[in-house]
């Protein structure tokens, strides 16, 4: 009972990260319509922005999350402007490749800057644990979660309540006719991009507080990331977001219960099954 | 086939010119680095065609073609280590596996269109990367040795002259490239167009979709698969790694879209860049970890941007002043001159 | 001689909404029949039931005496049945040869005897001179003779043609109901849905009228302009509906 829930907890830690990435990826997916190779890569820069932050500056993951997001979003807003807004004019395969050679440039210039070991940081604000007596909780671990759940809802809020947020949902469901209304695609598409950049900087920030640190860390989130995005039902953002807390639990489930080696491939079986079955994602389409 | 040859008389005559090259070129620049950098190109050449099949013309981007590439060559190593069997057979052997493998996932996998297929490739091509590394059988994560002491080179395909795999390569892509030719305006390759055009539409005049795209999907799995275990024969080594990652994935996609997709030579013209380019940097660069990688990655980009067509399509727009007959032969000879 | 389409009860439901209730109606082979009736009225929805792009909730659709309710959409096209879309889909990267070609193909195997085959249907639809042209480039009344070219190259026996003069002007329409004349002169059954009463008027030699997914009525052009109850549906949901 208590692997149970002990399996439970640790799935949802883990799915509360790759929620945020997923929904980055739905995203992109939905307002642009090109599946997003980098949000993996724009997690492990924030990683490292927030390890450097502690570094040199001491400052406490939680502390440097803001700016975290504020780094990610820029560089998000600006490889839009440079690259993937030209990619978008060409022909859609040559769209659906950008974002991967992006991904290679990205991960290969941090392998060189920051060499492959790999890196932790060494203390942080908020640690120790609650022993609840059937599990033991890690509070190091809590604080991602946290951070991940109050990321999403924020984004949420945004999506539904404010002006911009709006505009970039409608953007999503029909690009002309948001155009005819008078809304700016071009502004909506960068902004867009930035925001994904800036949720998947949040999920690594909040990650540094109790995961490794390197440069091929996003892989372990990219694949897993688009398989949630599909399950919950293509472009979907809040089921996006479950589909990753789902893949988390179902990751450490599989862990736990199955061989470590072929949970990835039991993941997998499920999901390919799932979409037979369930085209449409969990949640049902657009 | 032989009014396929009457209506494309320029075009044979242009590959039989560039093949003229092509095999005397290694005589010309005797560069081992070369000759080794040529048959990688080729291999790439084929895989890239391979892919073109249900990618380029028939619309359906799989990225998770990695799983025939591996196939194709643990058919050879395996066929090798346990059986003793020559890879003029074992090539054969490793094709029928990949399309009969193509079929069975391509039924439901195909039944899923755009992003959704991509991604599901993905997942698929990732569970057979890990039952790979945990099959004893096959090696796991140590991979294959291709026995190579005391073996009759022509038979067991093992040359201590590198410059006999090209032209043993040489011949399969050829192979491959007459063969795409003949089927480029045949009613096989102009279903897959439609269906990639618009699938409803395809339906409504009479083609069966799901059908030709498990077709498209078969055909393709096998080429690879060929690709995949000249590659092996090449190396005389393998494991998952080196064979079944998304980023071999992603660079099949790459040869056949940077080419040209959907063209006859395009996967040549992308294979020949890209590869270039790759080895090049690992070479040079390779030492300052991760440097040719961005390399590739900044050079992808970049003919992304500025030639949104694929380099087919750019050599078409520049060379087109020149003789319209040699426009599809030209471009290719220019580069292999070089 | 038997009837070419016999729909019996025809009746299709999603979900909740009935799109389609209990429509029953033949054309005979040779005869033109004009669908009409108020937007919303389920005329699309039965286009795609005989065309096999989605079953039938009850009911039956027989072809040439054969029961093709629950046919594939290719197979219905083999068997004879050629059809347009409301919005045309031209293959754009492809030229407008090429685009009757694949429609040439489904009854023929041969290249040669396909591409010649093109030509003759090119012609009939008077586009023998945009031939090389790519399908992306030609304006909407283009695109939709090339629909029927491409259904035509099929060699139907019935042709379902969907809103054919949607968005056409007057000479476009004069020119597409001669190519619809001429189309029928051969020998082609069609079954055309059209808001345009001038044009179903014209070119139809019977009328079928849908509404709220029911069979109101059928008849000659004549005997429908004067039925009060078609009037009076007509007066509520207006009489030529624009886009």
């Known amino acids: 009972m208590s692997m149970f829930m002990q399996a439970l907890f640790e799935g949802v830690i883990n799915g509360s990260t790759l929620a945020l990435v997923a929904m980055g990826i739905a995203l992109v997916w939905g307002v642009m319509g090109i599946l997003s190779f980098s949000q993996g890569e724009f997690l492990m820069i924030a990683m490292f922005c927030s390890y450097y932050f502690n570094r040199y500056l001491g400052l406490d993951p939680i502390l440097s999350l803001p700016f975290c997001m504020a780094i990610m979003f820029v560089i998000g807003f600006i490889i839009y402007k440079l690259i993937i ?116 900087g949040a999920a690594g920030c909040a990650l540094t507080y109790f995961y490794y640190i390197y440069p091929n860390v996003g892989a372990n989130f990219q694949l897993f990331g688009f398989i949630a995005v599909v399950m919950g039902g293509f472009g979907s953002i809040p089921g996006a977001f479950f589909g990753g807390l789902i893949m988390g639990i179902a990751d450490s489930f599989t862990g736990v219960y199955m061989n470590t080696a072929f949970k990835y491939v039991g993941i997998c079986v499920v999901f390919l099954l799932l979409v037979q079955f369930k085209p449409k994602g969990l949640f049902g389409g657009k | 086939m032989k009014k396929i040859l009457r209506d494309n008389k320029n075009w044979f005559i242009g590959l039989i010119i560039c093949t003229a090259l092509a095999i005397i070129f290694p005589q010309v620049v005797k560069v081992r680095f070369v000759w080794n950098l040529l048959s990688m190109i080729l291999v790439w050449s084929i895989v890239g065609m391979g892919w073109n099949v249900i990618g380029g013309y028939c619309g359906q981007v799989s990225n998770g073609h990695s799983l025939f590439y591996g196939v194709g060559a643990y058919s050879v190593a395996l066929a ?103 089927l480029d305006k045949s009613k096989f390759f102009y279903y897959l167009r439609t269906i990639k055009g618009n699938e409803m539409a ?86 300052f970890g991760g440097l040719d990688m961005i390399l590739y990655g900044v050079l992808v980009i970049l003919i992304v941007l500025f030639m949104p067509g694929g380099i087919l399509s750019a050599v078409e727009e520049q060379s087109g002043k020149i003789l319209a007959i040699f426009k599809k032969e030209k471009p290719l000879k220019k580069i292999v001159e070089q | 001689m038997g009837k070419i389409l016999e729909i019996k009860k025809a009746t299709k439901r999603f979900g909740g909404l009935t799109a389609n ?139 379902l043609l969907d809103e054919t003069m949607a968005g056409l002007t007057a000479t476009e329409r004069k020119e597409a109901v001669n190519l619809i004349k001429k189309i029928n002169a051969r020998g082609v059954a069609i079954l055309t849905i059209e808001h345009n009463m001038d044009v ?29 109850e078609v009037i009076s549906a007509y007066l509520g949901g207006g009489s030529k509906k624009d886009e």
């Open chain 2, 202 to 287: 395809a339906e409504s005049v009479g083609i069966n979709a799901a059908s030709y795209k498990i077709r498209a999907y078969m055909l393709s799995a096998a080429i690879v698969s060929i690709g995949g275990s000249l590659y092996a024969q090449f190396m005389l080594y393998i494991d998952p790694s080196m064979l079944m990652t998304l980023n071999i994935s992603m660079m099949i996609v790459l040869t056949a879209v940077m080419g040209g997709v959907g063209t006859v030579i395009g996967p040549i013209l992308g294979a020949i860049v890209l590869t270039t380019i790759s080895e090049y940097s690992r070479v040079y660069l390779g030492k």
């Open chain 1, 85 to 200: 807004s030209r990619a978008l004019r060409g022909p859609i395969l040559s769209q659906r490749l950008i974002t991967f050679a992006l991904s290679m440039v990205l991960v290969n210039m941090a392998l060189l800057i920051f060499h492959g070991d790999f890196k932790t940081i060494p203390e942080v604000a908020i640690s120790g644990s609650i022993d609840l007596g059937f599990m033991v909780i890690s509070k190091q671990k809590l604080v991602p979660f946290v951070i991940s759940i109050c990321v999403a809802g924020s984004m949420f809020l945004f999506l539904n309540k404010t002006r911009t947020g709006k505009a970039i949902r409608a953007t999503s469901m029909n690009k002309t006719a948001a155009g005819l209304v008078g809304i700016n695609s071009e502004k909506t598409y960068a902004l867009a991009f930035g925001l994904s950049a800036a949720i998947a």
């Open chain 3, 200 to 228: 179903v008027m014209s070119v139809s030699h019977r009328v079928v009228v849908l509404v709220s997914g029911k069979l109101l009525v059928e008849g000659t052009p004549d005997e429908i302009t004067s039925n009060p």
């Open chain 3, 21 to 159: 209730e209990n429509i029953t109606f033949d054309v005979e082979p040779g005869e033109i029949v004009g669908v009409v009736g108020p937007n919303g009225a389920g005329k699309t929805t039965l286009f795609n039931s005989i065309s096999g792009a989605h079953p039938l909730t009850e009911g039956s659709v027989i072809f040439e005496g054969k029961d093709i309710t629950k046919t594939k959409p290719f197979d219905i096209c083999k068997l004879g049945i050629g059809r347009t879309f409301q919005i045309p889909q031209s293959l754009d990267d492809m030229m407008v040869y090429e685009n009757v070609l694949v429609g040439s193909l489904c009854q023929r195997s041969n290249m040669e005897e396909a591409l010649a085959h093109v030509d003759q249907v090119l012609e009939l639809c008077g586009m023998l001179e945009m031939k090389y042209e790519y399908a992306g480039k030609l304006n909407v009344p283009q695109k939709k003779r090339l629909e029927i070219a491409r259904a035509m190259a099929t060699d139907p026996k019935l042709l």
């Open chain 2, 80 to 182: 090798n280590s346990y059986y003793k069997l020559s890879p003029w057979i074992a090539i054969w052997i490793g094709a029928l596996i990949s399309m009969a493998l193509a079929f069975v996932v391509g039924k439901p996998l195909l039944r899923m269109k755009g992003h959704v297929f991509s991604i599901s490739t993905m997942a698929l091509a990732e569970c057979a990367r890990i039952i790979f590394i945990n099959w004893k059988w096959c090696g796991g994560a140590t991979g294959v040795y291709i026995y190579s002491k005391h073996v009759n080179e022509w038979a067991y395909m093992q040359f201590k002259n590198p410059l006999n795999y090209y032209y043993v390569f040489l011949m399969f892509t050829i192979a491959t490239v007459v063969l795409i030719k003949c």
